[in-house]
Structure formats: C-alpha cells, structure tokens
C-alpha cells in the first residue's frame, strides 16, 4: 500500500463520523509548526519575512499538545521554521506517536542524519525532506552549497534504519521539469517511499518572478505528471489531475490549519490575516465565505495541496468513481 493501513483506516473512520455529525467544516491535517527558526534562509520561503519579528519565539511542549487535543486532527504535520531546531522536538514525536497520531516530520534534512538515533520507527512517523530539484538548483533556492548530498546522504541512511521516508518538491518557475524527472527517477532508484510535489504560493514578501501563473503550474505538470512516468507520487491522482487542468476544485482552507507561537494562523497556511488564540475561535470567526478564487486575489494563482487535496478528499467521497480510482492508487 502507499500509506499504512492505519493512516487509512483512521481517515476513514474520522471521516465517517465527521459526516454522521453533520459537520461541513472540520480539519484532516493540522500543520504544526512550533518555532520559526530556521539555519536557512530559503529564497522562496515567505515565514522569515512574514514572522521576522517574533523568530525567536517556540511554543511550549505543552502548548504544542493542547493544541494537537484542541484540533482533533488525525494527522500532524511538524513544520516550520525547521522543526528539527525546537528543542523538545523528540519528546514531541514520541507523545504525538503515543497518542496515535500519523505524524509527517518537514526538514531540510541538515540535522537528520545526527538525529535519527532519537526518533522512532514507526508507521505513524514520515520523514518528509525538502529537495527542490538537483544539487544546483537545491542549493541555490536554499542559499548554501552541498545541502543536497546532504538530504541525500540522509535520506539512505534513514531507509537504512527502517524510517518510512518521503520527498517534498515545489515547482517554480525556473524549474526544468526534466531535471524534476531525473530527480524523481533517482530518487525512486534509491528506495523513496514517495513523492510530494506542489507548485509553489506566491507570498507577498518574495520576490514574484519566481512563481508561476495558473496557466503555467498546468503546463509544467502536465508535462511531469502527464508523461506516463510512473513515479510514486504521495500527492493524489484526482489533485495532479487539478493541476493539470482536467478538474476543478474549491479550496478547502479551514482543512489544514495552522498553530504557531503567534496563534492560530487566519486564514490559512499561505495567507496571514491575522492569529486566533483558540481553534473554535478560528472556525468561528474566519470569514470563510471571503477566501477563494475569484473573492480574494491573493488566492487566484493557488493551488497548493495543502488548500486542494482535502477538497479531493471532500469531493471523492461523493462519487464512487473517484472513490475507486483513489482506491486503487493506494493499494499500488
């Protein structure tokens, strides 16, 4: 299977009873990210800009965990700022896996290799590693040379020690999707558990040439993901088939939300409006109905996952071919 029977199994039945409850607005993934720091200063990142005033600042572990409760999310995505700086980040993984939740560790992967010791191996836990194309171009977008045979070298050594691993690439502009091939084709050679592709969101404080239109993210992955190229993508088939431009799909923001030292992060994990202290005060109070194609232009070139794959997972769950196609996606 591509993802743990487990993972499966507990969407499923979170899924279920969220339908039974008739809640039409609920979250599947909460993306925690308990400190901005970061020992980069990638140059398609917009949190060092957006958060540059308060980059010194972490949660507690225990803010960390009531938040974790307070969501009710299945899923944990520990993020950042690079997560493997907080310091009570193992102690963190370790509760989180306790309490039965599917974890995805984000990193850059300069502080993996010398942390694997201190983390478990477990089918709750994925490694999911930064690269963003070769070692130029990686190392260009993250500012310093060699980072990545550096995420290389602990991408083997952690598949070495029974870690469950996965890769994130965000496509920009300047991206040469045949360098992606390559990439991908080497990454697959080398035992990677999958592939997270995105194109990237177009932050306001980054300089705007290096981001594509909506026009341009469809051609770029139809000609990746359109190729009959069969790489073993984590992202859905029914989202890189909305990339391509054979779907359409309302984002779903309130699905993946954000916690951070600030708060919870309004409205989502690319725009910043504002910070709630409390979740319900976030599903509340967010003018939901404000946000979108077509009603906020900060949202009318994205289409990042984290925003369209919960609207896949929304939508295929009321049509039974959809629901088959992902099916059979997940047993390949």
């Not at 029977?5 to 809640?23: A, H, I, P, T």
């Not at 409205?267 to 202290?277: A, S």
Request: some cysteine; overall charge neutral; charged content about 25%.
């Amino acid at each position: 299977m591509r993802f743990p029977l487990s993972l499966s199994l507990d969407l499923s039945r979170y899924l279920l009873k969220k339908r039974w409850q008739g809640e039409e607005r609920f979250p599947m993934v909460l993306m925690l990210e308990p400190t901005h720091q970061c020992n980069l200063a990638c140059s398609g990142c917009g949190r060092i800009q957006e958060y540059r005033d308060t980059l010194g600042e972490s949660m507690t572990i225990e803010e960390c965990l009531d938040s974790v409760t307070e969501c009710g999310a299945p899923v944990v995505t520990l993020t950042g700022g690079e997560p493997l700086i907080y310091p009570p980040i193992f102690e963190l993984v370790q509760e989180l896996a306790h309490r039965q939740k599917h974890l995805y560790l984000c990193t850059n992967a300069i502080l993996l290799e010398k942390s694997l010791d201190r983390l478990p191996v477990t089918p709750r836990l994925t490694l999911s590693i930064h690269l963003d194309g070769l070692a130029p171009l990686h190392d260009r977008i993250l500012g310093r040379a060699g980072l990545f045979d550096t995420a290389i070298k602990a991408i083997k050594e952690a598949k070495t020690r029974g870690f469950r691993v996965c890769t994130n690439t965000t496509i920009y502009k300047e991206t040469d999707i045949k360098e992606i091939e390559i990439l991908f084709a080497y990454l697959t050679q080398i035992g990677i558990d999958g592939l997270l592709v995105s194109p990237a969101y177009s932050f306001d404080t980054v300089d705007a040439e290096m981001f594509l239109s909506r026009e341009e993210i469809q051609e770029k992955f139809t000609r990746l993901t359109g190729n009959g190229l069969q790489f073993r993508y984590f992202s859905t088939p029914l989202y890189l088939g909305f990339l391509r431009g054979e779907r359409e799909y309302e984002c779903t923001p309130w699905a993946n939300p954000t916690r951070n030292p600030r708060g919870w992060r309004s409205p989502c994990y690319q725009i910043l409006d504002g910070h709630y202290p409390t979740f319900r005060e976030l599903m509340e109070l967010t003018p939901w109905e404000n946000y979108g194609v077509g009603r906020d232009p900060r949202c009318a070139q994205c289409m990042m996952h984290s925003g369209y794959e919960p609207s896949v997972v929304r939508q295929a769950s009321q049509r039974a071919k959809d629901i088959w196609q992902l099916l059979r996606w997940n047993l390949t």
